[in-house]
């Protein structure tokens, strides 16, 4: 067995008939359709519903996963406490679930909980869930401001643990769509509100999970969405599958999108597995290439011998035409995992520049251990090819978003590339690359500028 049905769907408490007293009537069509998500889930009978939710405990850098072996909670808070739920946990997934987690090295858990209280993300799902079905313990799981290739990751952990423990077992993707649909809705409007819903509704219709992890970071934020990264999660959920989805509905009449879908899996399809090489570019490609061979094998890749015919085709005329410095930034679980580069160019051209940097930054940075075989799978991968670099009087002609800083004096020399998280003023920036060339701001120094072309 394993994840047997997933379901996306809203979480407004006016749904509940004790809460909206009757407002409830104008989003019928999404009453409706959860009502068949609660009959479609009781024919299912799982044995463990995993909800998603964006009202749990969330953190920046971790997701949570409730602890303990019960849970409770009502609707006091929107006037209707007679609603009541009280559930159990199913805490062996959650014990071999945090498990893998830990394992793995990827930052979730059971750590942090504030509150014990079931949320409304949770308790709207569970209302027409358990209107129809009593069995089946749940697990709660909060979302993060993590990457949504993060997300996804913990999506196809969690079909994993189904798998292992031979469960039949159901996602609940809870979370509302855009919320600036309207003027006249919670959160005012915004042109990409519309296009959110749009697009995820799209996406949902046509079982394309791999769109869900497109999506724009600042294009999410302008739509004011809050369920995207469940849904992501479900998404992950089902990484290297057949999906079937069906559209029960879509509504947007109070100014924020209720959107309700069903998806059952199918079989096995590798053009399915949508988180590795997820619109990477060709340089990206290219440095994965090198470095899964170099890895792997410890043999340097050769180009253009051991490239497939696509990637081939795919890299610009100049990868073997010109020549530039070139850095390779790995990550892993969001953080960083490597990073090697060179100001100038070494190599004969850019493709094997990557090539050598590629293989450096998960062998030989000398802050990390090297990178090993069970890794491959997790890392994140940036390629920068720098511009050359031109002196420049001081600070007041650099840009951290737009330009890179080297700081020399003498034979030291300590570079910090543009754009960077965390960076965000000109002294810091420069005050970073002194310290990592040794130098200090005693020191009779130059700096110099320089542009970068970011692929990922």
């Keep these: 067995m394993g994840i047997i049905s997933a379901y996306m769907v809203p979480h407004p408490p006016l749904i509940v008939p004790e809460v909206g007293r009757g407002g409830e009537a104008k989003i019928s069509d999404t009453t409706n359709a959860y009502e068949r998500v609660g009959r479609h889930i009781a024919a299912k009978a799982p044995d463990t519903i995993v909800i998603t939710s964006p009202h749990t405990v969330m953190y920046s850098d971790y997701f949570h996963i409730s602890p303990g072996s019960t849970a409770s909670g009502d609707f006091g808070n929107f006037g209707a406490p007679q609603v009541r739920f009280d559930e159990s946990y199913d805490t062996e997934f959650v014990d071999e679930l945090t498990a893998l987690l830990h394992k793995e090295g990827f930052p979730g858990g059971t750590d942090g909980q504030r509150s014990r209280e079931l949320d409304h993300g949770t308790m709207v799902p569970l209302y027409f869930i358990r209107k129809y079905y009593s069995g089946g313990k749940i697990i709660r799981i909060g979302l993060s401001g993590l990457t949504l290739a993060m997300h996804y990751r913990l999506g196809s952990y969690i079909r994993q643990i189904a798998s292992k423990l031979d469960r039949n077992v159901v996602i609940v993707a809870s979370g509302d769509l855009s919320h600036k649909l309207k003027e006249s809705g919670p959160y005012g409007f915004d042109p990409a509100g519309p296009e959110y819903d749009a697009r995820i509704m799209e996406a949902a219709s046509k079982a394309d999970l791999g769109e869900m992890l497109r999506f724009d970071e600042d294009f999410l934020d302008r739509a004011a969405e809050c369920g995207h990264r469940s849904f992501v999660i479900m998404a992950g959920a089902f990484d290297g599958v057949d999906v079937k989805a069906e559209v029960l509905s879509h509504q947007d009449v109070t100014g924020v999108g209720y959107g309700v879908c069903i998806f059952e899996p199918g079989g096995e399809n590798k053009d399915r597995c949508f988180l590795r090489h997820q619109d990477e570019s060709a340089y990206v490609r290219l440095a994965r290439a090198a470095i899964e061979k170099y890895v792997l094998t410890k043999d340097r890749l050769k180009y253009p011998d051991d490239l497939d015919e696509e990637l081939i085709r795919d890299l610009p005329e100049e990868a073997l035409t010109e020549r530039s410095g070139a850095f390779v930034s790995v990550h892993k679980n969001g953080m960083l995992r490597g990073c090697i580069g060179t100001i100038g160019p070494v190599q004969s051209s850019i493709a094997e520049e990557i090539i050598s940097n590629g293989i450096s930054a998960?062998?030989?940075?000398?802050?990390?251990?090297?990178?090993?075989?069970?890794?491959?799978?997790?890392?994140?991968?940036?390629?920068?090819?720098?511009?050359?670099?031109?002196d420049i009087s001081g600070p007041s002609e650099l840009d951290v978003k737009r330009y890179g800083v080297i700081v020399s004096c003498g034979m030291r020399r300590g570079?910090?590339?543009?754009?960077?998280?965390?960076?965000?003023?000109?002294?810091?920036?420069?005050?970073i690359a002194m310290r990592k060339g040794g130098i200090s701001p005693s020191d009779d120094y130059r700096l110099q500028r320089f542009e970068v072309i970011r692929y990922k």
């Design 415 to 431: 570079l910090l590339l543009p754009d960077l998280e965390g960076v965000d003023d000109v002294r810091d920036q420069i005050d």
């Design 362 to 390: 998960v062998s030989r940075d000398p802050r990390f251990v090297p990178v090993t075989p069970d890794e491959l799978e997790q890392l994140d991968l940036s390629v920068d090819i720098l511009g050359k670099p031109e």
